[in-house]
C-alpha cells in the first residue's frame, strides 16, 4: 500500500481573536483533514514563531502583519495565503508578488452582509424610517407623516451606485425585486456592462443631481480620496440621503458635517473619516444622521459564511485547484 499523501504545513496568522470566532474547534476537523496545522497556534505577529520555514499555506485574517521581504525570507516554502476577510491590502505587499504567491480572498462572502445592509439603508432613507420612528416616539401618537414628508416611499425612486465593486454588484442584484431607477458610476464600466446588472451608467455629477438615494461603493485609492467633497456633496437634491457602507475617505467630512448640519440631506454612515468619529462631532445627534461603528461587514453568525469560504479555497489549493476567489496584483490597484 502506497503511504498517504502528506498534508502541507500551514498556519494560522492573524488575531487571536478573530481565529477563535472564525475557526472555532466544530471546524478545524474539517481543516486538519487536509492541511498540517497546529489548531492552537496563532501569529499575532512572526517574531518567535516555530516552525515558519515549512508553512507552505498562510490562512490569514484581521490583524495578520505585514508579510514583507523580512518575514517571507523565514517562510521559503510559502506558496499560498487564504485570507478569511475582505481586503488583503492590510498584509499582502509587493513582495508576496515578487515571489509569486497565491493569493485567496473571502470579500465576495463579506459582501453579502454589508449589501443586505445597504439594501435595508435604501429601503428605510426613502420610507424616512428613522426620522418618523423618533417624532412617533416624541409625539406618542399620529402625526401626518405625509405632510412632513411629501413624497415619502419607495416606488419608482433613484437609487445611485458608486463603484461596480463586488458589494455594489451585490447591491445591484439586491436591488432588481424592487421599483427604482437604478443609476451606476465606474470609470472602468460601460454602458453595456452596466446595463447587464440593471442599471444605466452615467456621471458621477450628474447621478448626485437626480438620485434619493445615493450609496457608496468605491475603493480608498489616491484618486477617490474625498470623492464627495465640498462641491459634490451641494449637487445632493434637498431631501437626498447618501449611504456609506464604503471606505469613510470617500467623503470629505468636514463638508459632510456642515450639510447635514443644515437639515438639506440625511446620511446614513457605517464608516467614517476617522473611524472613529471625534466625541465633540455633530454628526452623532443630528436627527437626520445615522452612524454605526462598521457592523455592516460580517459579524456573530454572519462570519460562518467567511469561514466556508476560506476552508473551500484551503481545499481546492490542496487539490492542486485554481482559487475560486484569487487576488491578482492588477486587480488589487483598483479594489478595496
Known amino acids: 500500500m502506497s503511504p498517504a499523501p502528506s498534508r502541507p504545513r500551514a498556519l494560522f496568522a492573524m488575531g487571536r481573536r478573530h481565529r477563535d470566532a472564525l475557526f472555532p474547534p466544530t471546524v478545524t476537523d474539517r481543516l486538519t483533514r487536509h492541511v498540517d496545522i497546529d489548531p492552537l497556534v496563532v501569529a499575532e505577529s512572526f517574531h518567535r514563531v516555530p516552525g515558519l520555514a515549512a508553512v507552505e499555506i498562510l490562512i490569514t485574517s484581521w490583524g495578520c502583519p505585514p508579510l514583507d521581504d523580512a518575514v517571507l525570507d523565514r517562510m521559503p516554502a510559502l506558496k499560498a495565503v487564504v485570507h ?52 412617533y416616539r416624541e409625539h406618542r401618537g399620529a402625526l401626518d407623516w405625509a405632510a412632513h414628508y411629501p413624497g415619502l416611499g419607495n416606488y419608482r425612486r433613484t437609487v445611485g451606485l458608486v463603484g461596480a465593486s463586488l458589494v455594489g454588484r451585490r447591491v445591484l442584484e439586491l436591488l432588481r425585486p424592487h421599483d427604482f431607477d437604478v443609476l451606476l458610476s465606474d470609470p472602468h464600466l460601460d454602458e453595456a456592462a452596466a446595463r447587464s446588472m440593471g442599471a444605466r451608467l452615467v456621471e458621477l455629477d450628474d447621478m448626485l443631481a437626480v438620485s434619493d438615494v445615493v450609496s457608496l461603493h468605491a475603493p480608498a485609492l489616491p484618486e477617490t480620496h474625498h470623492l464627495l467633497d465640498a462641491r459634490r456633496l451641494s449637487l445632493l437634491r434637498d431631501g437626498a440621503t447618501l449611504v456609506n457602507t464604503g471606505r469613510g475617505s470617500l467623503i470629505d467630512t468636514e463638508a459632510l458635517t456642515a450639510e447635514a448640519q443644515s437639515g438639506r440631506i440625511h446620511a446614513v454612515l457605517d464608516v467614517t473619516e476617522p473611524e472613529v468619529l471625534p466625541a465633540a462631532s455633530p454628526l452623532y445627534s443630528l436627527p437626520n444622521v445615522l452612524l454605526t461603528p462598521h457592523i455592516a461587514g460580517s459579524l456573530g453568525g454572519e462570519l460562518e459564511r467567511i469561514t466556508r469560504s476560506a476552508l473551500d479555497e484551503v481545499e481546492r489549493y490542496c487539490a492542486g485547484r485554481e482559487f475560486a476567489y484569487p487576488v491578482t496584483r492588477a486587480a488589487l490597484t483598483t479594489s478595496a
Open 84 to 135: 478569511a476577510a475582505g481586503s488583503v491590502k492590510h498584509h499582502v505587499t509587493e513582495a508576496c508578488w515578487d515571489r509569486g504567491l497565491l493569493i485567496s480572498t473571502a470579500a465576495a462572502a463579506n459582501a453579502v452582509p454589508v449589501a443586505e445592509y445597504t439594501l435595508a439603508a435604501i429601503l428605510f432613507a426613502n420610507k424616512r424610517v428613522l426620522e418618523i420612528g423618533g417624532l
